[in-house]
């Protein structure tokens, strides 16, 4: 996720609910937020093997990019919200992934019953 840093000074976090100072219509329409090409696959790789080590099967990973490149992670997010301008406008829905991904677990644990 791309972040505007004009406008966004050290409040970096995606959501909604984090938007201080926005009226909800505001919030609709904010272009501060959005989703990029995916990440190189080394770095994915590195950030699911850290994942996993922690225990982690469903997160979302925060960061920004300098002007030189460097990626710098802020957060690790195990129960995250989520910015519907921006899954709108690239139309990625973080929502019916994780229900997915969620009816696939239970599949895999009851069998019988799906």
Same mark, same amino acid.
């Given at each position: 996720?791309?972040?505007?840093?004009?406008? !966004?000074?050290?409040?970096? !976090? /995606? #959501?909604?609910? !984090?938007?201080?100072?926005?009226?909800? @219509?505001?919030?609709?329409?904010?272009?501060?937020?959005?989703?990029?090409? /995916?990440? /190189? *696959?080394?770095?994915?790789? @590195?950030?699911?093997?850290? $994942?996993?080590? #922690?225990?982690?099967?469903? &997160? @979302?990973?925060?960061?920004?990019?300098?002007?030189?490149?460097?990626?710098? %992670?802020?957060? %690790?997010?195990?129960?995250?919200?989520?910015?519907?301008? &921006?899954?709108?406008?690239?139309?990625?829905? *973080?929502?019916?992934?994780? &229900?997915?991904? $969620?009816?696939?677990? $239970? *599949? *895999?644990?009851?069998?019988?019953?799906?």
């Amino acid at each position: 996720m791309k972040i505007e840093k004009q406008l !966004c000074g050290f409040q970096l !976090c /995606p #959501a909604d609910g !984090c938007q201080i100072g926005q009226k909800p @219509a505001q919030l609709e329409t904010s272009d501060k937020f959005q989703i990029t090409e /995916p990440l /190189p *696959a080394s770095q994915r790789q @590195a950030y699911e093997t850290f $994942l996993a080590k #922690a225990g982690i099967d469903v &997160a @979302a990973i925060e960061w920004v990019e300098s002007e030189s490149g460097q990626i710098y %992670v802020y957060d %690790v997010n195990t129960n995250t919200n989520y910015n519907p301008t &921006a899954e709108e406008k690239a139309g990625i829905f *973080a929502h019916q992934h994780l &229900a997915e991904y $969620l009816k696939n677990e $239970l *599949a *895999a644990s009851y069998p019988e019953q799906i």
